[in-house]
């Protein structure tokens, strides 16, 4: 069920598995459970912690795509993914998303767009 795989893919991201999280997402879509923002959450957040960042991208258009609701979690692993990566283009891309979501932006939310933008020299 869904619970069981959300727990398996946040055991991955905890110890770096982002490939094997990425592996227990695949799995729970190809068995029919309904994934959920936690699900997704913690496989863009694993992808964030292996410094993947286009991969955390690919699994936020996945979740997009799937009428799961985007919250605050979710932007916010997706901007640190960003940051990791020097992304400063989009991780502000994705800050201007939050609105256009209707997501409650917070502290971590603007720290790690700052800190994107100051890791990319966009300090103007």
């Known amino acids: 069920n869904a619970i069981t795989f959300n727990a398996a ?3 991955c991201e905890k110890v770096g598995e982002w ?8 799995l729970a879509k190809k068995s029919n459970v309904e994934l959920d923002t936690i699900t997704f ?8 912690k292996g410094g993947e960042w286009e991969t955390a991208l690919g699994v936020l258009s996945v979740m997009s795509k799937t009428n799961v609701e985007l919250n605050t979690i979710t932007f916010n692993a997706s901007i640190s993914a960003c940051e990791k990566g020097a992304e400063w283009e989009n991780a502000l891309q ?24 100051e890791k990319g020299s966009q300090w103007q």
């Not at 959450?41 to 964030?48: D, K, V, Y």
């Not at 994705?94 to 409650?104: D, K, N, R, S, T």
């Open 94 to 117: 994705l800050f201007g998303a939050m609105a256009q979501h209707m997501v409650q932006c917070d502290l971590i939310t603007f720290n790690s767009a700052i800190s994107t933008c």
């Open 41 to 48: 959450s913690a496989a863009i957040s694993a992808c964030e």
């Open 9 to 11: 893919i946040s055991a």
């Open 19 to 26: 490939e094997k999280a990425l592996q227990m997402l695949g």
